[in-house]
Antibody, heavy 121, light 108 residues
Framework: QVQVVESGGGVVQPGRSLRLSCGAS????????MHWVRQAPGKGLEWVAF????????KYADSVKGRFTISRDDSKNTVFLQMNSLRAEDTAVYYC??????????????WGQGTLVTVSS | SYVLTQPPSVSVAPGKTARITCGGD??????VHWYQQKPGQAPVLIIY???DRPSGIPERFSGSNSGNTAALTISRVEAGDEADYYC???????????FGGGTKLAVL
């Protein structure tokens, strides 16, 4: 049975940092690109970041570039999202998703259930 | 940046056909993927590469893509199809993934 699980969400003050993790059982992240996608309360999906299967290339949405960093540890089948200088508008459910391909993004074939990040004083 | 435009809502009676559009500049030259999201759940892939279905997705779901419009068609709509639907592409010029704003399908 496939399970993708995000963790690390919570309530954080503006300007502070948070690190999200995403692990899986039943599937491997190795050899696949990985994404983070977020969804603000009552809003649509917003792509956040992408990392190639070998970790050599990373892409970010303009809204998070310079503040967020995506990384991966294939030995632990885990992907991370380091979020710095958090703002109220970063409040959202953050989903981890596996890409069908290893490099240039394709489509997302597996998603986690999401972890809620609330940025508030 | 590349923009995908979806109608906020579509309504359809049970048993009828629903069509959800996704507009974008020359979207016909891109690969379009569709996701279904029910309340409180993660998105699920229902169509990839314009008109391919993952295993387990009913044949009632189909897609098309030409010119400036891609579309998701749901035939013989059921109450359980009520959900939000999102189109998605990869914009090679910006190297960004782009989602449409989402369409809420209401089954009357």
């Amino acid at each position: 049975q496939v399970q993708v699980v995000e963790s690390g969400g919570g309530v954080v003050q503006p300007g502070r940092s948070l690190r999200l993790s995403c692990g899986a059982s039943g599937i491997t992240f190795k050899n696949y690109g990985m994404h983070w996608v977020r969804q603000a309360p009552g809003k649509g999906l917003e792509w956040v970041a992408f990392i190639w299967s070998d970790g050599s290339n990373k892409k970010y949405a303009d809204s998070v570039k310079g503040r967020f960093t995506i990384s991966r540890d294939d030995s632990k089948n885990t992907v991370f999202l380091q979020m710095n200088s958090l703002r109220a508008e970063d409040t959202a459910v953050y989903y981890c998703a596996r890409d069908k391909w290893s490099a240039a993004p394709g489509y997302f074939d597996y998603w986690g259930q999401g972890t809620l990040v609330t940025v508030s004083s | 940046s590349y923009v995908l435009t979806q109608p906020p809502s579509v309504s359809v009676a049970p048993g009828k056909t629903a069509r959800i559009t996704c507009g974008g500049d020359n979207i016909g030259s891109k690969n379009v993927h569709w996701y279904q999201q029910k309340p409180g759940q993660a998105p699920v892939l229902i169509i990839y590469y314009d008109n391919d279905r993952p295993s387990g997705i009913p044949e009632r779901f189909s897609g098309s893509n030409s010119g400036n419009t891609a579309a998701l068609t749901i035939s013989r709509v059921e109450a359980g199809d009520e959900a939000d639907y999102y189109c998605q592409v990869w914009d090679s010029s910006s190297d960004h993934v782009v989602f449409g704003g989402g369409t809420k399908l209401a089954v009357l």
